[in-house]
């Protein structure tokens, strides 16, 4: 199977600061989507994103939860 985004418009799901799941379309030349492809955050099932939240939600607030201004 290849990886997400080796084809632009491949659905994958990615997991929010908050936890909250969603879905989207990959397209190589948009920053975000790179962007979660690059910190794992990018994944082909909701169950599959589900199983990596907590992981994904630690990596997303850092060491010291500090929040943006």
Known sequence: MNKIGEVDGEL????HRDGRISKA???RDLTFDCLNRC???CFRTEKEAE???ERIM????G???RRCL
């Open 12 to 15: 994958y799901f990615y997991i």
């Open 39 to 41: 910190t794992g955050n």
């Open 51 to 53: 199983a990596n939240r």
């Open 25 to 27: 379309r990959f397209f």
């Open 63 to 65: 060491v010291n939860d």
């Open 58 to 61: 630690k990596m997303l607030r």
